[in-house]
Structure formats: structure tokens, C-alpha cells
């Protein structure tokens, strides 16, 4: 029976690996051990719900207590409703961390850090021997990550703007929040074999966007690896203003496959009709069709 927060941890994890079809089994130790709890802030929590409504419409529910046990699901949990903050859906940041193949030793950098729950993730991921950089452009929230994140001692919290910050050099660098290209400095910065996976972002709409996942891996030629992804934040200056590389009027064109371009269109027709363009089960079938774990 599954009654304490051990359990309910284990549990999650295990939604999380079948959800995400996750193939690290540190990823899948992490999500059972890094207590979420940590990094939301007292309870009750309100967690995000499309429900029926398969549009981008977020309704928040207030969990009926503070039992951390209530935050153990496959849910957008809000930091901030008023600025439709959220701790990300577990099984799509899980699939992402997943795709960039993070190994025992490496290092990691997460720009967008949010209050550093997925930090602590891929701090597990990358273990002791390994490091993690956090860049958060919040300075609230970026103190919030670091206060949470102190018991792994594998990661460095800095406040900045993470199109501009130098991580130095870099196994994988993980984009959380929308851009229309990627900086200059992130595929300089990345090693011979890095990885950088950035959310892709072709349309405003609302507070985020509609979009794909882009893995590139630097191994000699840049080869490009795409997903859906719906709704993305964007990345913006300190002062709240859009980042130069976040969204422009004309957002520079990039080479994607055809079934890439046709997802896209797709998504800018429906986004066009006001409907939502909801995220199909593509993902692993490119990622897989990538190859890129070695
Ligand atoms: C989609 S949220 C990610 C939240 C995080 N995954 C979590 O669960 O707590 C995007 C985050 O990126 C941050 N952000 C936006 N622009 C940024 C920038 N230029 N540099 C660093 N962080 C940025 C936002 O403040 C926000 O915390």
C-alpha cells in the first residue's frame, strides 16, 4: 500500500519514467529522492490543470492541504499565478534531461533555473564528481534556488541574464525557457561531444509560445534533433524585457526536418484559429531516431 512520502516519491518516479519513457535510471532515482516539497515553498500549492479543456487555458487548484504528498504528480505546480510561473510538468522536464544524456561527472549548465528543482535533478545526474551551473534572470528566484539547492553541493546559483552569462566550457547546457535562436556563446561554450537543448519558440501566445525542442550535439557537424513542445516561457532581460535572443518580429528561419516543418505549420495554423495545438507522442520517436546517447 502505498501510504508514506517515500512511497508516493517511488510511485511518482515510476509515472514519470513510464510518461517520459525515461532510459536513465538515475534520472528515475532522482525523481524518487529530490523532495520536490523543498523547492515550492509551504503549502497548499496550487497546481495547474487543463482538465477536459485541452486548450492552453491554465486553471489552478488549490491541493485541498499542505500534505507534501499532494505535490506528487505528473503537474504544472504555480510559483507565481499572477506571472503564470510554474514548476514545470515533471514528465516533459524529465524527457528533456533525459535527452540530453546527462553522465556521472559531467558538467551541467540550466539557465532559466526557476526556484532549482530540476537543478537538483540533473545535479543528481551528473553526481558529486560532476558540477552544475544555474543561471536564473529573477534575483528573487535565483536567491529562492539557492537557498533550496544547498544540500547539493555539486551546484552554483548565479543571478543573470543566461544569454549573456559565460558558463565556460560545457558537456550540456539546458535552455528553460523559449528563444528563437540559440546564443553564439552557448554552441561556443560547449565541448566536443556537448549537448545544448533549447525550446525553440515560433509563436507568442499568451504567456508563452508553441514550439520545438531543439537538441544540438557538437560532434564535428551540428546535427540538429527536434521536438514538440507546447507552451514555452520566454527568455527575457533582468528588467523583464525580451532577451535579443528571444522573440522577434522575424524570427531567423532554422533548417528542420521536413516532419519538423510540418509540425510547426500545424501549430501556427491551429495557434491561428485560436485553438491550441497539443503536443503529439513524437518525441521519443525522434530522440530515438537522433541516436545521440553513446
Ligand atoms: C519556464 S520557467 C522554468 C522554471 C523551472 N523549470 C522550475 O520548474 O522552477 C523559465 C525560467 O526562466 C527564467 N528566465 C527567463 N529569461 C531568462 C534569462 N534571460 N536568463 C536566465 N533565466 C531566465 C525565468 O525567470 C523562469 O524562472
Not at 497546481?47 to 486548450?55: C, D, E, V, Y
Not at 528533456?96 to 545526474?125: M, N, P, S
Not at 507552451?231 to 521536413?258: I, M
Request: charged share 20%.
Amino acid at each position: 500500500m502505498i501510504s508514506t512520502l517515500e512511497d508516493y516519491r517511488a510511485f511518482y518516479a515510476e509515472e514519470i519514467r513510464a510518461v517520459a519513457g525515461l532510459r536513465s535510471e538515475v534520472l528515475v532515482h532522482a525523481f524518487a529522492t529530490v523532495p520536490r516539497e523543498r523547492f515550492l515553498g509551504p503549502g497548499p500549492w496550487k497546481i495547474a490543470s487543463l482538465g477536459m479543456n485541452m486548450s492552453q487555458t491554465v486553471r489552478y487548484l488549490a491541493t485541498a492541504d499542505a500534505d507534501p504528498r499532494r505535490v506528487y504528480h505528473n503537474v504544472l505546480i504555480s510559483l507565481d499565478e499572477s506571472r503564470q510561473l510554474n514548476n514545470g510538468q515533471p514528465s516533459a522536464l524529465a524527457a528533456w534531461l533525459d535527452a540530453l544524456c546527462l553522465k556521472q561527472g559531467e558538467r551541467f549548465v540550466h539557465i532559466g533555473a526557476g526556484v532549482g528543482y530540476y537543478t537538483a535533478i540533473a545535479a543528481e545526474a551528473v553526481g558529486p564528481g560532476g558540477s552544475v551551473l544555474a543561471i536564473e534572470v529573477e534575483p528573487e528566484l535565483a536567491s529562492r534556488a539557492r537557498r533550496n539547492l544547498q544540500p547539493w553541493k555539486n551546484v552554483e546559483v548565479v543571478s543573470g541574464d543566461g544569454s549573456r552569462y559565460d558558463p565556460g566550457p560545457a558537456d550540456a547546457i539546458f535552455v528553460n525557457a523559449g528563444v528563437t535562436h540559440p546564443a553564439a556563446l552557448w554552441l561556443d561554450r560547449l565541448k566536443p561531444g556537448g549537448r545544448l537543448l533549447y525550446p525553440l519558440t515560433f509563436e507568442a501566445g499568451g504567456a508563452g509560445g508553441k514550439g520545438c525542442m531543439i537538441l544540438v550535439k557538437r560532434d564535428g557537424e551540428r546535427a540538429l534533433v527536434g521536438i514538440h513542445a507546447d507552451c514555452l516561457a520566454p527568455l527575457r532581460r533582468r528588467n523583464g524585457a525580451k532577451a535579443a535572443s528571444a522573440r522577434t518580429a522575424n524570427p531567423p528561419r532554422v533548417a528542420l526536418s521536413p516532419e519538423l516543418e510540418a509540425k510547426a505549420t500545424r501549430a501556427r495554423e491551429a495557434e491561428a484559429q485560436g485553438a491550441a495545438y497539443v503536443c503529439g507522442c513524437d518525441y521519443e520517436t525522434i530522440v530515438r531516431r537522433g541516436a545521440h546517447c553513446t
